[in-house]
């Protein structure tokens, strides 16, 4: 009988704690507090090139250590700090990271209609270089450090801030820094992070994102070499011919079409949501080596260019160079290609591939290893942090979860190279917002306050799910 009333005892115990370990949020206060500050980070100019992140970093630190939190700044340039801050738990977990860059693309303000920087509230909507690419996570990550200490939020898990500098531009100053010099200090289960989006179209939510893996950047230098002359004799040996034409041939060949776990999951998901011929099409594509997985990728190629690059590693001209002036036949021509492979695919042999479509033994291949990311393992979709993710998005966007795979570069790699499981998550933002400039990296930068602060909602519950003590 004892043993019985003691277990009720515990139980009763743990259901308590667990009831107390439930913060009470005023969300209309977190409103006003998570306007003030989205808008003081917008009006700092940490345009990269040159940075000068260190301004946001200072703002962070100000705010967070005002509430106790402890913050560390990490620079390998007194000007690009990044800045770390943690909240310790009780160990019964691995660190969850919360990661966000505070660094923006440059800007021509002479296209903006309100002031790049200025973060004009116009609307409904905020307008300002960073609004959503990335400082919508900064101050998401801020807001939830703040909610955890304020609350006394008791969690199995550190949870940790990372501000970092230098993403749109500069990693060796940024992520390169931090988990060379100092990655202990970042080291985590799961990380959180950009290029997850929540797409609306018309008003209405469509679907949510979840950036689960990313394609491995490759430049690729193509050289030729040929006898120099006078213009008024063409020779056959003119490295120019040679180097366009390796060019042509490279634009023109369309690689192997691949799934990887992401992206499967990612066609067979948008096909439920899908009207009937796209859906057709993203169920083609499942079957990768049929002639209606062919055609599918064809039409992507020409009407959805960014899905067909989910679908094959790609090659993409970007820079030619050649001779001094017109008269004058150079002696040796180069062109640079951007070329980005699928993270199942292998490097060598890729290169390989590429030297029998050229089939020209005057032009040289290789990887020149600029702009480079490392390789590392897509994050599991059978997780507890995108079970958890999932759920949220369920609850705050009504709407289906796919698992996505990014055809740029993001910092993540670095992280994932390093065994982290990391998803990018993002606001919501309007599908007809690109055409119109106000995406990210657009001339009129936008997003709705409104998504900002559900966003904000968002990134706290799913830290709180996958960090409160239980």
């Not at 990693?171 to 970042?186: A, M, Q, Y």
């Not at 004058?328 to 490097?347: F, G, H, M, Q, T």
Request: charged share 25%; hydrophobic share 40%.
């Amino acid at each position: 009988m004892k043993r019985v009333k003691w277990t009720i005892a515990v139980v009763a115990l743990s259901v308590s704690l667990s009831a107390q370990n439930q913060p009470n949020v005023d969300w209309a206060r977190v409103q006003v507090e998570t306007m003030q500050h989205y808008q003081a980070l917008l009006r700092l100019d940490t345009t990269d090139p040159p940075g000068n992140e260190t301004l946001a970093a200072t703002y962070l630190q100000q705010v967070l250590e005002r509430e106790g939190i402890p913050v560390r700044l990490f620079a390998a340039e007194p000007d690009r700090a990044n800045l770390v801050a943690r909240l310790r738990g009780n160990g019964r977990k691995r660190p969850l990271l919360m990661m966000a860059h505070t660094d923006t693309v440059r800007v021509d303000p002479k296209k903006w209609t309100f002031p790049p920087f200025a973060a004009t509230r116009d609307g409904g909507y905020v307008y300002g270089r960073g609004t959503i690419d990335d400082k919508d996570n900064v101050v998401a990550s801020l807001m939830t450090m703040l909610l955890l200490k304020r609350n006394n939020v008791l969690l199995d898990r550190d949870v940790i801030f990372l501000a970092e500098a230098g993403e749109e531009a500069a990693t060796r100053v940024g992520i390169e820094h931090v988990v060379r010099e100092h990655f202990p200090e970042i080291d985590a289960e799961y990380c959180l992070a950009e290029t997850g989006a929540t797409i609306r179209s018309g008003g209405k939510v469509q679907f949510t994102q979840i950036q689960t893996a990313e394609k491995v950047p490759y430049v690729t230098e193509l050289t030729a070499t040929g006898t120099s002359g006078h213009g008024s004799v063409p020779l056959l040996d003119n490295p120019v011919l040679h180097v366009a034409a390796a060019v042509a041939a490279l634009g023109n060949w369309r690689p192997p079409i691949r799934l990887t776990e992401t992206t499967r999951e990612y066609f067979t998901r948008l096909a439920t949501l899908a009207l009937s011929q796209d859906a057709a099409r993203y169920r083609a594509v499942l079957a990768p080596d049929s002639k209606a997985a062919q055609d599918a990728v064809d039409y992507f190629a020409e009407h959805d260019p960014p899905t067909a690059s989910m679908l094959r590693s790609s090659i993409s001209p970007t820079l030619l160079t050649g001779g001094l002036q017109v008269n004058v036949i150079p002696s040796e021509a180069k062109a640079s290609l951007d070329v980005r492979l699928l993270p199942v695919e292998d490097p060598p042999a890729f290169l390989e591939l590429m030297r029998k479509v050229v089939n020209d033994p005057r032009v040289t291949i290789k990887y020149t290893g600029q702009n480079a990311r490392p390789a590392g393992t897509p994050a599991r979709l059978d997780s507890e942090a995108f079970r958890v993710i999932e759920s949220t998005v369920m609850r705050f966007y009504d709407t289906t979860t796919i698992p996505s795979m990014t055809t740029a570069a993001t910092d993540m790699a670095f992280l994932r190279a390093k065994g982290i499981q990391c998803y990018g998550i993002g606001s919501a933002t309007d599908a007809e917002d690109v055409a119109k400039g106000f995406a990210l990296h657009g001339d009129q930068e936008r997003l709705l306050e409104s998504e900002l602060h559900r966003f904000v909602r968002f990134n706290w519950e799913v830290v709180i799910d996958l960090a409160r003590a239980k």
